[in-house]
């Protein structure tokens, strides 16, 4: 958004491309520290007790747009709602509770990629471009465990497949955003340190 809040270079990069391109919706995947899904979730959302392998979440800056905060909600839709498909995929909203009761939770900074592209999104917006635009969702992957790999790449492609499939059909701009908040429950920190952290998304204990 602003290049001095996060001036690395593949920030930069990333931005030349997307003001080149200037694409209706962007993502960014990162790796995901160890959760579980709580045991009061509704088990047709995610099963209790499972471990969380894919937290997502829309922007949360104040000052992203109504219609580019529901384009990233229906985003999260059509990925949880095709998480729901597949055997091994416990997709969670990116908050979530620590052992001593506070919350991680993404905040609202703007040098961050999931509230940049919405502020992008909504000056684009304001300056008379016909929308739906403005979409930015942080998609974060669980990073450990050499058996799960596999899967866990291969959910990534999922996550990304199915939000490509669902805006060349336009069926992703029929989801109602409201169900993200719905379908997307928190899930509990373990503990366990992410040796791939990266230092991209800031957390808000609350």
């Known amino acids: 958004y602003d290049p001095d809040l ?7 990069g990333v931005r030349k491309v997307f003001d080149e391109y200037k694409p209706i919706w962007g993502m960014d995947v990162h790796n995901l520290g160890s959760s579980v899904i709580n ?47 597949l055997g091994n995929m416990e997709l969670t909203n990116y908050a979530r ?17 999931r509230n940049a592209y919405g502020l992008i999104g909504t000056e684009r917006l304001d300056a008379g471009e016909p929308g739906p635009l403005g979409g930015s969702i942080l998609v974060e992957i669980r990073g450990q465990g050499q058996k799960s790999i596999g899967m866990l790449k291969n959910n990534a492609r999922e996550i990304m497949q199915v939000v490509l499939e669902s805006t060349a059909d336009g069926s992703l701009f029929a989801e109602d955003p409201a169900d993200a908040d719905i379908l997307l429950p928190i899930g509990t920190d373990t503990g366990i340190p992410n040796p791939r952290n990266e230092e991209g998304e800031a957390d808000d204990p609350e």
């Not at 996060?6 to 930069?12: F, R, T, W």
């Not at 052992?99 to 900074?109: E, H």
């Open 6 to 12: 996060n001036p690395v270079p593949e920030a930069l």
């Open 39 to 85: 045991d009061d979730v509704d088990p047709a959302i995610n099963r209790p007790g499972r471990l969380v392998t894919g937290s997502i979440l829309w922007p949360t800056n104040e000052d992203v747009a109504e219609e580019a905060r529901d384009l990233s909600k229906q985003m999260c839709v059509v990925i949880k709602k095709r998480s729901l498909e």
């Open 97 to 113: 509770v620590r052992s001593d009761g506070s919350f991680i939770r993404g905040g609202g900074f703007a040098g961050i990629a």
